[in-house]
């Protein structure tokens, strides 16, 4: 059997949740993942060390007996969080960013930032102290196309925070177009001797799928996420910045689990639910790209390498072995529907 062995990869970009999703998703990123950046919109969110420092305990109380995951955890920024938080986020070992989510943009970010003026002061710390900043990178103002908003975003705040706080760490999170792709490539420092100060992390899915997914024979709420899924010419550039071997790219998830009930409803939440299959989602689109031989980069490497951590040394095996996405899983007392349910992947990880 065809096999590919790679160094067990990392998920910059993950939602755990808490409570029973906690137990029920948990597992499946800890069988693949060493580590991940675990997002902090919580209802309500996580804003002091403290609150990190519980979350993390629950996280590690929720892992499989013998698991060696590691929750790497983050901040959510508010107009109020303090200069002092960020450098006790920084000096206790475990936060490893500060998540902006401009607020109303997204699933539980009512209490985010209205306006990066007020966080100037703590900002300016971050920067200092070498904190890096994750961006939801997406423009709230309503008279903005849906489609728009990440495009708009760059412009109109990404550039100007970035010309205030030029060496500032920042990951653009998830991005969808070719706009945000040209962008970090642009500001890549590949190949002189400084520090990146921006990278950005891709989907699985936003590498596998255009907006035509959400609409394949009806409306598809599970294809619904934020950012939104865009037209093909942005998932080609995205393919193309995953595979070309620039360490400013790498893995994140975005998994982003809502309960069946209320993913099939009138007005669904925004995620998409990938953990399940993430690896083998992401080896889908890289080989159909032909550059199989750049996953473990993308997927093992490169965010190691900006978050200044160690590269992992285990390794995890796929083989190529044609199975079917199963149609829900557990999820408490719901189910939990995983991306393209029924449908057939080429790459299974090995038990
Ligand atoms: O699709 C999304 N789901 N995008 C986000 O930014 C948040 C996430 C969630 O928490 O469900
Ligand atoms: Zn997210």
Redesign the pocket.
Known sequence: METLTLTRPDDWHL?LRDGTALQAVLPHTARQFARAIV?P?LKPPVTTVADAAAYRDRIVAALPAGSDFTPLMTLYLTDATSPDEVRRAKDSGFVHAVKLYPAG????SAAGVTDLRHCWPTLETMQAIGLPLLI?GEVTDPAVDLFDRERVFIDEQLIPLRAAFPALRVVFE?ITTREAADYVTDCDGAGTTRAPTIAATITAHHLLYSRNALFAGGLRPHWY??PVLKRETHRLALVEAATSGRSCFFLGT?S?P?ARRLKESACC????FTAFHAIELYAEAFERAGRLDRLEAFASFFGADFYGLERNRATITIERAAWTIPHELPFGDDRLVPLDAGGVLQWKLAA
């Open positions: 939602h997002m919109n943009a997204t699933t539980n939801h998830h996420c934020l975005d982003a809502h939440g925004a995620g998409a």
